[in-house]
């Protein structure tokens, strides 16, 4: 199956998760992901507000604040596809941008450089144990990942976890997937 294929099956098996499943589901992920040494250890950690039915990060990234956790979320460019993270230290500090997507205000949080992020928990649709995953198609964290040292996370249902997906030669692979069922270090997958 082609990157569009794979999107389209996979979304329609998030569409039909029950909503009981899906938080039930979510919140076992949330509680993996908080054991997670790189989220423990770490001071910053850069994440994407959940839409539609993508592991729920609302939960998180409260979590994450409680724990006393810098919280960075992504405001992106279209025009030149491009990202940059910002500080939020509250949820009136989005605004809903295209696609009802959520974004940092820029005049109401703080800018942040890639260097300053410990972690970051990589958004997809579609993952392989390898850690290459299918993302919605902008290239965003493609084009962010060039540039960034830390550690590579993504959160998934475990059916989103597939035995391959095509790649690109610019595609950089997460270090850990994490899902309601496993814990995979996809660097043990890479070596194979």
């Not at 850690?131 to 962010?144: L, Q, S």
């Not at 976890?161 to 610019?170: I, T």
């Amino acid at each position: 199956m082609n990157k569009s294929e794979w999107r389209l099956k996979i979304k329609e098996k998030l569409e039909n998760m029950s909503n009981d499943l899906y938080m039930r589901s979510s919140l076992v992920i949330r509680e993996k992901l908080l054991k997670e040494p790189s989220i423990i250890e770490g001071n910053t950690i850069a994440i994407t507000i959940s839409n539609n039915r993508e592991v729920d990060t609302i939960g998180i990234i409260e979590s994450l604040w409680k724990a006393d956790k810098n919280v960075v979320v992504p405001k992106c460019n279209s025009k030149n596809r491009t990202m940059q993270f910002y500080k939020i230290e509250n949820f009136n500090q989005l605004e809903i941008v295209y696609m009802d997507l959520r974004e940092p205000i820029p005049d109401l949080t703080e800018l942040v450089s890639a260097e300053q992020i410990n972690c970051m928990i990589v958004p997809g649709i579609v993952f392989d144990k390898s850690g290459y995953r299918i993302g919605y198609g902008g290239g965003y964290y493609d084009r962010y990942l060039e540039r960034f040292k830390g550690q590579l996370i993504s959160l998934a249902f475990h059916f989103q976890v597939v035995e391959s997906v095509p790649k690109d030669s610019h595609d950089i692979p997460v270090n850990v997937i994490i899902t309601d069922q496993d814990r995979i270090d996809c660097n043990i997958y890479r070596k194979r």
